[in-house]
């Protein structure tokens, strides 16, 4: 979270993202996503870590422009810079929508929904899959089990670059499944999704989404439908093409292992919020004191060799996922919260922490960084 | 045209907890509103038919009142006979109602029955029953219920056998469908590695609890389709006849009017008819919207 | 290219389907001759009436017609005849069952196609807006308003569309009876009970809840959020699994009701069809004829059935490999 202006090379500039779905049914919001700013320049890798339900992937969609199921809204800011100039892809979304608030909660929003969603789709059009690309969890049921791998990627090439010839598209993509380390590629164009393992096919999802060379690659889960082998293999051709096409990559995951191996910066996020955030080796890092509660335990649970030899007991984290839709009052992650002393325990309930700086970059949502 | 979205509730509850009426969309509310009206008219002219309790005697002669316009005195009027049309119509639904009733338990009874028995045993009792309701499926209903006119010269309430019959295979391979279902989530393994009796997972677990909405759907349909193929055999000349009213044959006997300015001996019935599908019909599509339709996030 | 790959297992699908299909219409044909058979009234009466009861030329009539064998005797010998195209002729009128039948089963398909093409054409948009949910109120009512639409009887409506012609627009209902090239006389006249028909089958609410419910059920699918996150258009990506898959199976769902319902509109517009054929016939108990309507209406089902497997197995690229519907 910069507090300086856009830096220069920094391809997305997430500020103040809502996310609040509407629940009929119980009459409340669905804070998905609550106030979660971040940022990603150019051939980082961000990665953002937590566990299911806390908001990681409706912020990727969000930011995609794939919210549209459903009543609620999407609010704040989402810059993206790209050929030097920054669009901001929730801009001018506000007008549609009034919204009541109290003390900061948010308590009625009056929707024009028809003007709202015509203009999101003319924001993010031409973004879409080519200035910003997305590959998903479950690559199998991603892609459309209808149409044969080739066309697929094809399409993709036809639609985001010069190519307009069929054929020529096909070549092209043939090209890329040779990239994306794919046997006989001139074969594979003409197979059925069914046809082909998890591992393929995230590498055809891979393929079509790198196609249009986007300034932003977006990995949804990207690793968490396949075999633990597969998972590797996917995570090295990942870095390989980060490196040969100095990709900026958006990840997301609960993998912990997964961020170590491609990381730079991290953020966790939890009940919709981020409660850290910063550079990978400064959060990994085991000496450092001073880290968030929950990655301390996040990066606790992860069991060592000697461990699981020696068949000691999986440190899971107590508790469950917060729900989003009750308002807390103070921090949500108090429950669970293993290292609360009485110092701070009484902020704790008062009042949700702010951001606070506990390093060049590196910042943490917790009192227990005062003092 | 704006929305509004108000935060009320705050506190955790289980989906399902919430009851039904609830966690409907009013859309569907009104739909089941609006049959459930629909149901009780026609429920209620069977039974005042039934009874006799009607403002006029339908076939009641009356030469001297011939067709005059609604009016206090006659609330749709009376038609070319003098004789009343509210009272006509009311006893109009004693047509179908009854002989529905036995197509519906007929189509419903044995459809549910092939339906569990060639989805849950599956292989080669599967393709006998297959065979069989196919057979029955491969003739339109009309051809049948010609045919069976000119043959056997039926009562109503033998065509409506006959229409019973032919709608099992449509109720059987609903049933079969969601028998199959089941077996695929292994709900059914599951029941039986529970030790659970064949007898009741057939009828307590598979029928009544999770097919309960399709035949009550398939009910609703049902009637809707028995009021339409009634109405259209009288007005053929098939069904009741006259001087017996039933809303097919008022439409039949009114439409030499039409061309003398005089809609309403048509238009009453029509609407009548119009309006028993249509409640039929909603009632049928909005239970199957609240029970069936998962809804997707 | 890719194609090659699959024909060899279409055709597999197909051909078995097929020989299915074959042994319903046996089936049918079957059952259909044996209730006739059983069922009470006899041909002869026709004859009867006519000429004296004489039980020797009783005899030579039932010997002509063929009564005078075993039933199975009859149905095979009916069965050898109908392989080799010959449906036999009719007891009523002597001539070949074959050119009666084609006559007024081409009207009565034409109805029935026609009233097809209009169903769908008013079903399908609606289904496919109201389920795009941009504006609820108006797909509600426009969905309303075919749910009305559907629930009319047709009679009715057939009578009102009539009357509305012939009083405003001066065009009047009398087809030259008997005269199947009568359509001469007045396109629109032509093209009313078809639109009628098509207006009034009852199916439009069920097509639209049917292909509402798919298309809803395609459109929140992974593959179309990952083909809208590539930019590419999810009505191409929707349109195989949400709209002809779904087109096809209401298709051949319906067009046993269809056929049914143009039977009434038949009447209504002395349209020279099958219905009245089938009518006389059954009153007359004029066996050929009847099995011959039969078989005729039953084959017409088994075609959009059929035409159902074949488009299935196109889209479908599992058919392929396992054979399987889809």
Known sequence: MEKEKVVINEVLKVEDLRTYFYSYAKEAFIRSVDSVSFSIRKGEVLGIVGESGCGKSITAQSVMGLITDGPGIISGSILLTHNGKAINLLEGLSDYVSVKTKRKAILEITKDVAGWLKRSEILIKGIRGKVISMIFQNPKSALNPFITVGDQIAESIMLHSSISAKKEAIDAAAKWLERVQIDSPSMRLYDYPFGLSGGMCQRVMIAMALSSEPALLIADEPTTGLDVTIQTKIIELLKQLKEELNLTILLITHDMSVIMQLADRIAVMYGGRIVEYGLKREIMDSNSFIRHPYTIALLNSQPTVEEIKMKERLRAIKGDVPDTITLYRGCRFYERCDLKNDRVKKKCKEAEPEMIEIGTGHYMRCYLAEG | ?297 | MKYTLLWKPILKLVLRELFITILLLLGVSLLIFSILHFAPGDPLHIFINIQTQNPEEIAAIKRELGLDRGIAVQYLSWLNNLIRGNFGNSFRTGKPVFSELINVGVNTLILTIGSLIVTLLIAVPIAVVSSLRRRPFLSWGLTLFAYILSALPVFWLGYIAIYIFAKKFNIFPFLSAGAPSGFRLNWIYFLLPIIVLGIGNGSISEIIRHMRTQLERVLSEDYIKAAKAKGASIWRHSFKEGILIPVTTMIAAKIPFILGGAVVVEQVFNWPGMGRLAWQASLDRDYPVIMGITIFAAVVVHLGRLSQTIVFAFVNPQTSEKGEDA
């Open chain 2, 1 to 297: 045209m704006r929305t509004r979205y108000v935060q009320r509730g705050a506190e955790v509850s289980e989906f399902s907890q919430i009851p039904i009426w609830r966690r409907a969309n009013k859309k569907d509310l009104i739909q089941i509103g609006f049959g459930l009206i629909v149901v009780l008219f026609v429920l209620s002219s069977y039974i005042a038919a039934v009874l006799h309790l009607l403002p006029y005697d339908p076939l009641g002669i009356n030469l001297k009142e011939m067709m005059q316009s609604p009016d206090y005195k006659h609330i749709l009027g009376t038609d070319f006979m003098g004789r009343d049309i509210l009272s006509r119509i009311i006893v109009g639904s004693q047509a179908y109602f009854m002989p529905g009733l036995l197509s519906i338990i007929i189509a419903l009874f044995f459809g549910t029955m092939a339906g569990l028995v060639s989805g849950y045993n599956g292989g080669r009792t599967d393709s006998i029953i297959s065979y069989i309701l196919d057979l029955i499926d491969s003739i339109p209903k009309m051809v049948i219920i010609l045919l069976a006119i000119a043959f056997f010269r039926p009562g109503i309430y033998f065509i409506m056998l006959i229409v019973g019959i032919t709608n099992i295979p449509t109720v059987a391979s609903l049933i079969k469908s969601k028998v199959i279902f089941l077996k695929k989530r292994n709900f059914i393994e599951a029941a039986k590695a529970l030790g659970l009796k064949t007898r009741d997972i057939i009828f307590k677990h598979i029928l009544w609890y999770n097919c309960k909405a399709i035949v009550i759907i398939q009910a609703t349909l049902g009637m809707a389709e028995v009021i339409l193929i009634e109405t259209s055999l009288s007005y053929l000349g098939f069904g009741v006849q006259e001087p017996e009213p039933s809303w097919g044959n008022m439409v039949a006997a009114g439409k030499d009017y039409f061309f003398r300015g005089d809609f309403f001996l048509s238009t009453a019935p029509a609407v009548a008819i119009l309006i028993s599908i249509l409640g039929f019909y909603l009632l049928g599509d909005g239970l199957n919207n609240l029970l069936e339709w998962r809804r997707r996030r």
